[in-house]
Each structure stands twice: as structure tokens, then as C-alpha cells.
């Protein structure tokens, strides 16, 4: 059965960040940052609610399932970068979030942007797909409108992968590794992928 991809709405925002959430429960990044496992699902459905809010979904380019399985959350072309004024007005919800681990997150962020392309593209800020889910197609499914956005005004793609066992994964859809990222305070390294139009 095929899975039947959509535009993801303000009225998605509570069911896609639980989904989200878990999908990235066991995430490196998430797990170096997050490190007590008893609040960390519900920190990280939060730090999702947040994002799909302020920067996400205003986008209108995030993507979800008929079930809200899981989503891929895109940044157009040079609105990749969150706005200052975003920031600011996020961080009273931010730092209770965080707590301690705030310095260690803004130092992986920033070593991430570091190395940001500044070309213009399409960036995969998020994918991810409901545990149940993963393996039958979700992943690629929530790709495709995008990708083939890209192919078809000949725009490439970016993205970060925070699970080296997802490298695969992304290469099928036609990313390259370009170099990774260690990121700082003992974390975990990250791979930032490439993509060029497909003609």
C-alpha cells in the first residue's frame, strides 16, 4: 500500500512532534544533549512542538503522512538560518529545556552552521519516522516532494545525519557525505550531506 504524503498544518503540530519525538528518542545528538532518559522523550516532543511553531511549519514546507507517521521538515532556499528575533522570543521555552546542557547545545549548533553551505539549496532540517514505522517506505515517501522540487529547477539539497547507519539511507536519494563534524565537549560526529539535482 503506497504511503500517501501531505503538507503538514498548524493542526499536525502536537501529533507530529510526539512522532517526531520518538523517532529521535535514541538519536546521538539528542542523547548527548538530552542525557537523562526518563525526561528526554518529553523534552524533545517539546523542543519539537517549539520548532514546528516558530520556524517549521511558517515555512510551509514541512511534510507528514495521512497518520501523521512521521515528517520531513524543509527550509527553502537562504531561510535556512533562524532569525534572530526567533531565537530570542524561543529561548524562555528554550533554557527551562535545557537546563545545564544549554552551553553544550549552542557549541554543537554553532560547529554544525560552521560548515553550512551558503549556496543556495533545499535543507532537510528534520526526518523522522515513528519506530513501528521505520522500513517500509515512510522515510523515502516523506522525501520525494522536495527532491523532486529540486530536480525539477535544478536546485541541490542539504542536509546534517546525526546516525552513521542512515548514510545509506540518504545516498540512495543521491546525497554525499562531504566531511563530518565532531562535535565539540566529547559529542558525537555529524555527517553533513550533499545533493545535486538529478536531470
Same mark, same amino acid.
Do not use: C
Given at each position: 500500500?503506497?504511503v500517501v504524503?501531505?503538507?503538514?498544518?498548524g493542526a499536525?503540530?502536537?501529533?507530529?512532534?510526539?512522532?517526531?519525538?520518538?523517532?529521535?528518542?535514541d538519536?546521538p545528538?539528542?542523547?548527548f544533549i538530552l542525557?537523562?532518559e526518563?525526561?528526554?522523550?518529553?523534552?524533545?516532543?517539546?523542543?519539537f512542538?517549539l520548532?514546528l511553531?516558530?520556524?517549521?511549519?511558517?515555512?510551509?514546507?514541512c511534510y507528514t503522512?495521512a497518520?501523521?507517521?512521521?515528517?520531513?521538515?524543509w527550509a527553502?532556499?537562504?531561510?535556512?538560518?533562524?532569525?534572530?528575533?526567533t531565537?530570542l522570543?524561543s529561548l524562555?521555552?528554550?533554557v527551562?529545556l535545557?537546563?545545564?546542557?544549554l552551553?553544550?547545545a549552542?557549541?554543537?549548533?554553532n #560547529?554544525?552552521?560552521?560548515v553550512?553551505?551558503? *549556496?543556495?539549496?533545499?535543507?532537510? /532540517?528534520?526526518? &523522522?519516522? !515513528?519506530?513501528?514505522?521505520?522500513?517500509k517506505g515512510?522515510?523515502?515517501a516523506?522525501?520525494?516532494?522536495?527532491?523532486?522540487?529540486c530536480?525539477?529547477?535544478?536546485l541541490? #539539497?542539504?542536509l546534517?545525519?546525526?546516525?552513521e *547507519?542512515n548514510?545509506?539511507?540518504y /545516498?540512495?536519494? &543521491?546525497f !554525499?557525505?562531504?566531511?563530518?563534524?565532531?562535535?565539540p565537549?566529547?559529542g558525537?560526529?555529524?555527517?553533513?550531506m550533499?545533493?545535486?539535482p538529478?536531470?
Open positions: 500500500m503506497p504524503v501531505r503538507k503538514a498544518t499536525d503540530r502536537s501529533r507530529l512532534a510526539e512522532a517526531l519525538s520518538r523517532a529521535f528518542f538519536d545528538v539528542m542523547t542525557p537523562p526518563q525526561s528526554r522523550l518529553r523534552r524533545i516532543q517539546a523542543l512542538e520548532q511553531k516558530r520556524v517549521h511549519l511558517p515555512h510551509d514546507e503522512t497518520d501523521v507517521a512521521g515528517g520531513a521538515l527553502p532556499p537562504d531561510q535556512w538560518r533562524m532569525p534572530v528575533l531565537v522570543r524562555p521555552r528554550i527551562p535545557l537546563g545545564t546542557r552551553p553544550v549552542l557549541k554543537a549548533i #560547529a554544525v552552521e560552521r553550512h553551505p551558503r *549556496a543556495p539549496h533545499w535543507y532537510l /532540517a528534520v526526518l &523522522g519516522t !515513528e519506530p513501528a514505522q521505520q522500513g515512510v522515510g523515502s516523506l522525501l520525494q516532494p522536495v527532491l523532486e522540487r530536480d525539477r529547477e535544478g541541490p #539539497a542539504y546534517e545525519s546525526s546516525k *547507519a548514510l545509506a539511507f /545516498a540512495r536519494h &543521491g !554525499e557525505v562531504t566531511s563530518t563534524i565532531n562535535l565537549a566529547g558525537p560526529p555529524v555527517w553533513p550533499w545533493r545535486e538529478r536531470s
